[in-house]
Structures are given as structure tokens and as C-alpha cells.
């Protein structure tokens, strides 16, 4: 059968409680990552230069994910309020 309006919006919450979820999972695994990163730094594994090189390219990764995750949300958004 047809979704109805209600339904259609309720799905609609529901995929943006899932998108939060994921832009909060890929916030987690940068703030791990960046941990790691700094107890390299402080035992010395890498130099202060590679640490801010490793940062910078974790916040483009981190841009890069969340986006992808913006991009479903709307994709999916729009399908199922035209369906």
C-alpha cells in the first residue's frame, strides 16, 4: 500500500536520526584518531610537522564522510517525500 503523509514524515525523522548517528560515529573516530595522533607526538614516533600534516588531512577525511553523509540524507529525503 501507499505510504500516507504521516508516514512518509515519520520515515523522513527517522533518516535524520540516522544521519546525526553517522556524522556522530565519523566525530568519534576523529577524536580517537586525533588521541593516537598526539601519543605519537609525545612518545616521539612523529615529528610536531607530521602531526599537523596527519591532523590536516583526518579533517579533510572527517569533511569528506560527512558530506557523503549529507548528500544521502538529502537523496533520500527527497525520495521518499516524491514517493
Known sequence: PPLTE???????????????????????????SRKDLEGLRKDGDISEDDLRRAEAELDKLTKRFEAEIDVALETKTTELLEG
Open 6 to 32: 504521516e508516514r512518509r514524515k515519520e520515515f523522513v525523522r527517522m533518516v535524520r536520526t540516522k544521519a546525526e548517528d553517522g556524522r556522530t560515529g565519523v566525530r568519534s573516530a576523529r577524536r580517537d
